[in-house]
T-cell receptor, first 114, second 109 residues
Framework: DGGITQSPKYLFRKEGQNVTLSCEQNLNHDAMYWYRQDPGQGLRLIYYSQIVNDFQKGDIAEGYSVSREKKESFPLTVTSAQKNPTAFYLC?????????????FGEGSRLTVL | GQNIDQPTEMTATEGAIVQINCTYQTSGFNGLFWYQQHAGEAPTFLSYNVLDGLEEKGRFSSFLSRSKGYSYLLLKELQMKDSASYLCAVLDSNYQLIWGAGTKLIIKP
């Protein structure tokens, strides 16, 4: 079945460590996104990519990095520079230029810094 | 700045009707979305409005008034499985999605 797969679902990290969250999609979508979700706040855009080998910073890119070497894959690295990384991370994809721009989300990855 | 407001939490009874409001102030408007998110899960698409009026889809309807910067999601014949958070999001003039914090809907028997 087509969809978006995020892994791991739960991740624990010590302070000062970098971690990489995986996001893979087989929907053949060009655009992919990373959001962060915190309690009581709306989704906040970290990075997005509309085409392979190109990506743009979102509203809260500091302390994060991404790559888009393949259409299917858009991994997110949470670096030690991210001051408050404990959050729920959501990866999404869409077909750019469609009328609705509907987003398809992965199941999410919950990162906890110990 | 850009802002989307929705109530933090609402409670309703199984079988009843509930209306979740969303007001927005954004730089431009290219459509409004409603998503449903069960606890610990990913959001799923419910509706999209770009023109004024009511869009009906089964038990769920979504209304938009662009002049008032206002939308609502109407849920009829509530079921226990409708207990979830409902997220309102607006596509601004740069085609970026601005998200509300979500409304947690609690359904009681």
């Amino acid at each position: 079945d087509g969809g978006i797969t995020q892994s791991p679902k739960y991740l624990f990290r010590k302070e000062g460590q970098n971690v990489t969250l995986s996001c893979e999609q087989n929907l053949n979508h060009d655009a992919m996104y990373w959001y962060r979700q915190d309690p009581g706040q709306g989704l906040r855009l970290i990075y997005y990519s509309q085409i392979v080998n190109d990506f743009q910073k979102g509203d809260i890119a500091e302390g994060y990095s991404v790559s888009r070497e393949k259409k299917e894959s858009f991994p997110l690295t949470v670096t030690s520079a991210q001051k408050n990384p404990t959050a729920f991370y959501l990866c999404a994809s869409s077909i750019p230029g469609t009328e609705t721009g509907e987003l398809f989300f992965g199941e999410g990855s919950r990162l906890t810094v110990l | 700045g850009q802002n989307i407001d929705q109530p933090t939490e609402m409670t309703a009874t199984e079988g009843a009707i509930v209306q979740i409001n969303c007001t927005y102030q954004t730089s431009g408007f290219n459509g409004l979305f409603w998503y449903q998110q069960h606890a610990g899960e990913a959001p799923t698409f419910l509706s999209y409005n770009v023109l004024d009026g009511l869009e009906e889809k089964g038990r769920f309807s979504s209304f938009l008034s662009r002049s008032k910067g206002y939308s609502y999601l109407l849920l009829k014949e509530l079921q226990m499985k409708d207990s979830a958070s409902y997220l309102c999001a607006v596509l601004d003039s740069n085609y970026q999605l601005i998200w509300g914090a979500g409304t947690k809907l609690i359904i009681k028997p």
